[in-house]
Structures are given as structure tokens and as C-alpha cells.
């Protein structure tokens, strides 16, 4: 059985989204004409630089990330580069970067004697320039976030892009019962125990949790060792499920790239797309899932602080970083001679 259409499942607000490439370019100019020479400095990269395939997920004071801090801009450009965090996010990626790097208020005051709990440290780079260059990208990163962009002309690629939240469910204070990641969590219970106990003995792969996602900030990434039970011996209901989990993860890019990478999985995917789970299946016990197919690997683990503490990453096997879109853009471009 074929996925269902992404189109089901997005919320109707994100259909008529479109991406703009000029625009996007155009935002991105917005933002770095903002800056003095100085900020340029730390923002503007070649493409080519090597650090824009490095990321992290621990605090920015913890391992130092290139580019500028959100605290070290301007209201003016803050506001460009919310426009433009806006342009390559859908309103759900958009509210849910926001809301997980508001968590860092809340860990200040949990933690007051932590130094490196300190709102608005996540940085902003830039590779190539936007609106000259057909190739360029750009990443946001800091505590739990990491956001890596790459433009080809008109296609955007988003690998690898990282959300996580501590706490997972704030506990105490203000924003009580508050979970800046929600979906992924409850739709993965949903699913490992909606199995039979014959289909359980095949998804759940392990019995302990991972205490962090497997392939951590790996530059590059290849398919995870194949465990867990493969879609096709699911129930189309469980199938229905474990479309809503990966469109969980989709649906923080904008709706036109939800809607490719969709078909993309549907068309080569579908075949050996497996779902894997190790540890607890109740809240509250530690535990981790993968998605894994032909193409991509989905990892969640939320085992520490009493697994309230979860990482989140989606990985392209050929597309990180946009190399499958450079491959195709450098062999279809025309060779100059001089």
C-alpha cells in the first residue's frame, strides 16, 4: 500500500505555501545587509568552507559554533533573520524552533548556577551569496537546534536538521504541562503499541534505550544496521501511523519540500522502510525509535534526565548537505573554457 498523500496530513494552512527561491535569496541578502562589517565577518562564509558540514546540539558556550549570536544583533536584524528562518521553515517549524529555544529561560531558572544556560545563543552562518550564487547555504544552530540549509538554484535541501528539548515536559513553574516536542514522542508510543506481540518481537530491536541518538553529529551519515519490523507487515492502520510519525518530522520544512521528500519516500522507500524501537514503551521509562528507509533515517531518543530530555534528527543518506542536488548541478553544468 502506498503512503498516503502528505496532503491528508499537512494542516491546510501549510498548502499553499509556496518556495520562492528569489525570495528566500532575497531574505537572506535582507539579513546580511543589516549587518556592520564586523558582524560580516563572522557571518559570511565561501561555500566551499569546510566547517559548514560541522553541528552540535549542546550549548553554543559548550562547543563554540561559527557565525553570530542571535544576542549580539540588533531588534532590526533579529527581526531579518526571523524573516528568514520563516521563509525556509513552515509555521510549525517556525513556532517549534522558538518555542525550544525559549526552553533555555526555563532551564536558567531551573538550573541558576549552570553558565551555560544562556538564552539567544544560537548562531547564525552564511555559505556563497544568496541571490549572486545558484549554490549557497546557511545554518542556525545552538542548544537543540540544527538547522542546515543548502540552496541549488531552485531546490532547498534541509539535512541534517536536529530538534531537541530539555525538559521534554516542563514539570513545575510558569509553563507547567509546556512540550516543545510533542508529536514525535506520542505518535512513536502510538505505534509501538498498536503491534501485536508477534510484530513487537520484531520492532523492538533492544531492549535498553540508546542514552543519545546513534549517529550523534556525524558529518556524513550511512544506513544504521536494518532492525525493527518493515512497514509493509503492518496493518494499514499501522501504516497510517508510521505516516504520521515521518510527517511529524516534515512537516517543519516548508510544504513544497515536505511534499517532494514524501514522494521521494513513497516512490523508493517504501520497500524497506523500517521501524525500530529499543527500551520502555511507556512514558516516563527511556526510550528510543528509528525510521529508517532506503533514503533517510529518522532517530528520537528520550532517555535522559528520567527520559525527559529528548534529541530528534533527520538524516538524507545521499542528500545531507545538499549533495545529491551539487552532484546533479556540477555534472549538468557547462563546462567554460577559456
Known amino acids: 500500500m502506498k503512503l498516503l498523500l502528505i496532503l491528508l496530513l499537512l494542516p491546510s494552512s501549510l498548502i499553499a505555501q509556496n518556495i520562492n527561491e528569489n525570495s528566500n535569496a532575497a531574505k537572506a541578502n535582507s539579513f546580511i545587509n543589516s549587518l556592520h562589517d564586523e558582524q560580516k565577518k563572522k557571518v559570511l562564509f565561501a561555500f566551499t568552507e569546510m566547517n559548514r558540514y560541522e553541528w552540535h546540539y549542546v550549548p553554543s558556550s559548550m ?3 561559527r557565525g553570530i549570536a542571535i544576542k549580539d544583533l540588533d ?24 518555542s525550544i529555544m525559549s526552553l533555555e529561560y526555563v532551564l536558567r531558572e531551573l538550573e541558576s548556577n549552570n553558565e551555560h544556560r544562556i538564552p539567544e545563543n544560537y548562531l547564525v ?24 540549509f543548502t540552496v541549488v538554484k531552485d531546490k532547498i535541501a534541509f ?15 510558569s509553563r507547567k504541562g509546556f512540550r516543545a516536542i510533542r ?31 546513534v549517529t550523534t553529529m556525524s558529518a556524513e551519515v550511512a544506513p544504521l544496521k536494518p532492525v525493527g519490523i518493515f512497514a509493509v507487515d503492518m496493518t494499514a492502520e499501522q501504516k497510517n501511523v508510521l505516516n504520521k510519525l515521518i510527517v511529524a518530522y516534515l512537516s517543519s520544512m516548508p510544504p513544497a519540500i ?21 527500551g520502555g514503551t511507556v512514558t516516563g521509562t527511556p526510550h528510543y525509535y528509528r525510521v529508517q528507509g532506503k ?28 549533495l545529491d542536488l551539487l552532484r546533479e548541478h556540477y555534472q549538468n553544468a557547462p563546462h567554460h573554457h577559456h
Open 295 to 322: 533514503t533517510f533515517l529518522i532517530e528520537f531518543d528520550n532517555t535522559q534526565n528520567n527520559a525527559n530530555h529528548i534529541h530528534t534528527v533527520w538524516r538524507d543518506f545521499n542528500g545531507d548537505y545538499g
Open 125 to 148: 552562518a552564511i555559505y556563497g551569496t544568496p541571490t549572486k550564487d545558484s549554490v549557497w547555504g546557511w545554518k542556525f544552530s545552538g542548544h537543540h537546534i540544527a538547522l542546515n
Open 75 to 98: 531588534s532590526t536584524q533579529k527581526d531579518k533573520l526571523n524573516y528568514l528562518l520563516q521563509a525556509f521553515l513552515s509555521k510549525e517549524g517556525y513556532n517549534k524552533t522558538k
Open 183 to 213: 508529536e514525535e514522542e506520542d505518535l512513536g508510543f502510538e505505534l509501538v503499541n498498536m503491534l501485536t506481540p508477534a510484530q513487537k518481537q520484531k520492532a523492538i530491536f533492544q531492549l535498553e534505550a540508546f542514552t543519545d541518538i
Open 159 to 173: 539535512a541534517p536538521f536536529f530538534f531537541g528539548a530539555n525538559p521534554a515536559m516542563v514539570k513545575e513553574g
Open 63 to 65: 562547543i563554540p559554533r
Open 258 to 278: 515536505a511534499k517532494t521528500r514524501m514522494k521521494k519516500i513513497t516512490t523508493e522507500d517504501m520497500n524497506s522502510l523500517r521501524f525500530g524501537w529499543a
